[in-house]
């Protein structure tokens, strides 16, 4: 026969399960926190001067060269107070193409020039889009959250699918 545990140590025993349950919940609540604002934190850099153009120099520009990372071409104003330029950059990505023109807003202070429009604002989100699908993974596996997992992992999967369609019909 196996002799009765005494009270105290099924009771410790359960506080340090809590505990454990506890610890895990904190630390993968912690880390699912810390990449959603990585995402946040990555898109708003490019994010913040689409959403918030009032009072940016707003236009066009028709990309001519692409080199390295980059493609520039003249920029021509759209916006009362902006300047036409013979030169602004854009970063050279699937969302650019040389011939093609596109609808911009500068950085103030710069020649770098960002995508505007729905297209835009969707491809300037896309960092948060990838957070959202790795922070599903983690709260699915680490918290045990499934129904908030597929809330996350739906969100980010409407965002990305949002800006591959935004930036492939405007292109």
Do not use: N
Request: aromatic letters at 6%.
């Amino acid at each position: 026969m196996i002799p009765a545990m005494p009270a105290t140590a099924s009771s410790a025993r359960q506080v340090s399960v809590s505990a454990l349950r506890f610890g895990r919940l904190a630390a993968t609540g912690a880390l699912a926190a810390l990449i959603l604002f990585a995402g946040v934190w990555g898109s708003w850099g490019t994010a913040q001067h689409v959403m918030l153009a009032k009072g940016r120099e707003q236009g066009t520009v028709r990309v001519t060269v692409c080199a390295h990372d980059t493609c520039s071409g003249p920029f021509t104003p759209t916006s009362a107070g902006a300047r036409a330029r013979a030169r602004v950059e854009i970063a050279e990505s699937v969302a650019v193409r040389k011939g093609r023109t596109y609808d911009v807003v500068l950085k103030p202070g710069t020649r770098d020039a960002v995508r505007s429009g729905p297209a835009g604002i969707l491809y300037a989100w896309v960092p948060l889009g990838g957070a959202l699908l790795l922070a599903s993974v983690v709260v699915a596996g680490g918290m045990r959250l499934t129904r908030a997992a597929w809330v996350l992992a739906g969100c980010g999967v409407a965002l990305l699918t949002g800006a591959f369609l935004a930036v492939s019909a405007g292109s």
